[in-house]
């Protein structure tokens, strides 16, 4: 990871012009607009955005193709921002920032919930009613609201969970109590058996999929998600810029934006839902509302692609019946993205340590050679030698 780390040049939104815009209190949201440029002189978009919405598959819902990813935003008027852009739908977890994140969206929804949908998930771990009743009442008190349009199931890593009965009582019970709406599962990890498992699913229980997609995804992911498309399952992408990552590679454009379109090109995925920490972010997402993908855009990714591929997980979890120890590979690779990629320690930290003791990193320590095998080329053996030292 040393090498890469060198390669890390662009702060990866910093290089916005923003000189266009006003920088007070909603940062320039609200003021002078026009097109906006990266320092390339990369034309990046029109802002403010008009907002372009689709269907969310059978909920009916329609939400605004570039929605907002809350799990990074640390400030409540980011996302009010958003909101004031025409952006109509935010997606939280119970468990980002340990609960703080529901706590910053509930502020940023306060006088215009009845213009959002909101998504949340339960905690990864809760298989129980108690715990999915325990974990809803918690999202609604943080939330200060009553119902959330979308529930999900957190983190689905096979087909088993989506058959979970006890699951499907609570969630059952909870829609007739009127506290959520829609029921949805989220996956990063055999992503496409976890969607077909949806698809095929005889009593076509959940209405949605958040799924990491982006332009290095195989595929049999692409395939999944349009029989979800099909079968009337909203498809919500996430992960769209395969993981942040900063690249000098580039010369100075930006891929963030062209991995954005690449996903929205795809009719069967209704939004993604990129994280914006700050308002340069959103400025640069937001924009990409109502834009095409270019050819320009398909170079971009080609090498984009190409700087990433050494150190880049596709958290397909194929390499994980090779290790003897049985160590969650893929789940230590992403909470490396979040740290390496997304600069954020605290969701890398909590995302490592759901990981049981025994499948973590530490198991390594026992091994005299790697026998892992990435599909992808990765060297396995150097994560989790960082995941290590990251969190030792
Ligand atoms: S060193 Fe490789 S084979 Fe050994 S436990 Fe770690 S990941 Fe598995
Ligand atoms: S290390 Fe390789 S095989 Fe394992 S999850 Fe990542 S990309 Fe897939």
């Not at 699913?201 to 209405?207: G, I, M, S, T």
């Not at 990193?361 to 994560?383: E, P, R, Y």
Request: net charge positive.
């Amino acid at each position: 990871m040393g090498k890469k780390t060198g390669s890390i040049q662009i702060n990866r939104r910093d290089f916005l012009k923003v000189s266009a815009f006003t920088t007070t209190a909603a940062i320039g949201l609200t003021g002078i607009g026009g097109i906006l440029e990266s320092a390339a002189g990369q034309q990046v978009g029109m802002f403010p955005p008009n907002p372009v919405y689709r269907t969310l598959g059978r909920t009916g819902l329609k939400i605004t193709v570039v929605s907002f990813g809350a799990m990074l935003t640390p400030e409540h008027e980011v996302m009010r921002a958003a909101f004031d852009l025409g952006v109509n739908y935010v997606d939280t977890a119970r468990r980002y920032m340990n609960g703080r994140n529901e706590e910053i969206v509930g502020k940023a929804i306060q006088g215009i919930r009845d213009k959002l949908y909101i998504a949340t998930k339960t905690r990864p771990s809760s298989g129980t009613k108690q715990e999915i009743f325990e974990d809803v009442e918690t999202s609604l008190s943080k939330l200060k609201t009553d119902h959330v349009d979308v529930i999900q199931m957190h983190n689905l890593t096979s087909k088993e969970r989506v058959f979970s009965q006890e699951v499907r009582e609570a969630y059952v019970e909870l829609r007739k109590q009127g506290k959520v709406r829609f029921l949805g599962v989220t996956t990063h990890t055999n992503q496409a058996e976890v969607l077909n498992a949806v698809v095929d699913d005889p009593d076509k229980f959940f209405d949605t999929v958040l799924v990491g997609y982006n332009f290095t995804s195989p595929p049999e992911l692409k395939a999944a998600i349009k029989r979800a498309a099909a079968a009337g399952i909203g498809v919500i992408a996430m992960k769209t810029q395969a993981g942040g990552y900063q690249t000098g590679a580039l010369g100075g454009l930006s891929p963030h934006q062209a991995a954005l379109k690449w996903a929205l090109d795809d009719p069967n995925v209704t939004a993604a839902i990129p994280g914006m920490k700050d308002m340069s972010m959103l400025r640069e997402d937001m924009s990409v509302m109502g834009m095409k993908l270019t050819w320009k855009d398909r170079q971009i990714l080609n090498k984009y692609g190409q700087a990433i591929r050494p150190y880049y997980c596709h958290l397909c979890g194929e390499c994980e019946g090779t290790c003897p120890n049985h160590v969650a590979i893929s789940t230590i690779n992403r909470s490396l993205m979040y740290a390496e990629g997304y600069g954020n320690m605290e969701l890398a930290r909590s995302t490592y340590y759901e990981v049981p003791s025994m499948a973590r990193a530490s198991a390594c320590l026992g091994c005299s050679v790697c026998t892992a095998q990435c599909v992808n080329g990765l060297d396995i053996a150097s994560k989790m030698r960082t995941a290590l030292r990251m969190y030792a």
